[in-house]
């Protein structure tokens, strides 16, 4: 069976039963920290800009843009509510997708949901398999694309998202087939974006195109039959025409790619190339943090493959910063802590994290990494004629083999959401989103978002 038939018959005809308590449990997981990144990123001037040019063009009010108390056409509301909930790299990641799974997803059906009427459960299961796709994708061409510089959370992202809004419209297989060949000609981002407000744009994007290339299939416009693994098809286009294995997708589903190997979720608003290095810094810190000034030199040892993704290694900005291993690491050793208020302008300029970054040198000399985006890292200081190390991080906090408790998750999004929601707000959030499966107007959960509009759910 052909690759594109095979995912639009494994999305339209997989049954709700079918998706195990697991997978529904890791999705509401990840729907609370996807939304609590979203929040968070309203107030970014990327998701400003962006929602000002929704608001301008008007149009049919059926989503939230949240944050921004208006409504939009569903397309441009997850256009803006993606761009917002990556804008701070605070968002989850797949080392199945080799980028970020959920942001380019939640958006689309949150805001399709919406306008629909789902259910709940309706758009967990839209969400389950939109992210199997991504994820088995993934694996079939996610290094050679990586390396080429396309950023998956895009590409990849932009065809699950459409197989996730072609679900929650319920098309059956032949107008699903079509909808994952309009996204193939849709998917694009590329890395070069990295420390720009585009990066964020291009999750957004990718949720809006899963919604356009569901809608538009679903009126009836057609694409190639073979538009993915055609011969001029997006999985060879998007390689370098690298060979791949379709044999995986005999998989789908067996296991689910959201339980196995599951989700790292982010504890630090940068890229997670650097989590491991700052675990390593923040252990290492109580050593030397009362002598800071007398550092002449700080190793950071990572895996292979680490420094591809960070391009910025002296940062001028706040978004360049969560792209380079020196500020990230400095700053931690600095401040004893790397949060949101780490990664502003004011932050970076700051003279003692300054002076440190300059002393920062990173060198891929650890093991390759497993399954985990990031690998291992090591941190070593030299002063007063000594070299003190790291305790070697192998798991980053966050790992799906060391997960966040549902009570991390919480305080997480408490911190994020506080910037957009009040105290009662928030925990009405929480609630309904741990009950979502149970909620029969999805909507109930975008109208608890709009900022300043608490209204209690049963």
Known sequence: MKITQRLAEFVAAAPSESIPLEARVQARRAVLDTVAALLAGTREDCS????????????????????????????????????????????????????????????????????LGSGGRDVIDAFVLGFEVECKLGRLIGAPHYALGWHPTSTFGALGAAAACARLLQLDAGRTHMALGIAASLASGVRQNFGSMTKPLHAGWAARNGIVAATLAGRG?????????????????????????????????????????????KLYPCCYFTHSAIDAALLLRPSIEDRLDAVERVGVSVSPGTTMVLRKTLPNTGLESKFSMEYCVAAALTDGAVTLGTFTDDAVAQPQVTALMTRVKVMEDRPPASVSIGG???????????????????????????????????????????????????????????????????????????????????
């Open 221 to 265: 416009l057609t694409a190639d039959a073979e538009a993915l693994e055609g011969p001029g098809g997006f999985l060879r286009a998007a390689s370098g025409a690298a060979e791949f294995d379709a044999a995986s997708l005999g998989h789908l589903g067996d296991p689910w790619e959201i339980v196995s190997p599951g989700i790292g979720v």
């Open 48 to 115: 400003r800009i962006t929602a000002e040019q929704a608001r301008e063009q008007g149009g049919a009010e059926e989503a939230f843009v949240f944050g921004h108390a208006f409504r939009a056409p569903a397309a441009e509301a997850a256009l803006v509510n993606g761009t917002s909930a990556h804008a701070l790299d605070f968002d989850d990641v797949s080392v199945s997708m080799t980028g970020h799974p959920s942001v380019p997803l939640i958006p689309a059906v949150l805001a399709l949901g919406e306008k």
């Open 376 to 458: 291992t890292a090591v941190v070593r200081a030299q002063l007063d004629g000594q070299t003190i190390e790291s305790p070697t991080v192998e798991i980053p906090r966050g790992d799906p083999r060391n997960p966040l408790s549902w009570d991390e998750l919480c305080a997480k999004f408490r911190d994020c959401a506080a910037t957009v929601l009040s105290a009662d707000e928030i925990e009405a959030v929480i609630r309904l989103i741990d009950n979502l499966d149970d909620i029969q107007d999805a909507g109930e959960l975008s109208r608890l978002l709009v900022a300043g509009k608490l209204i209690a759910h049963r």
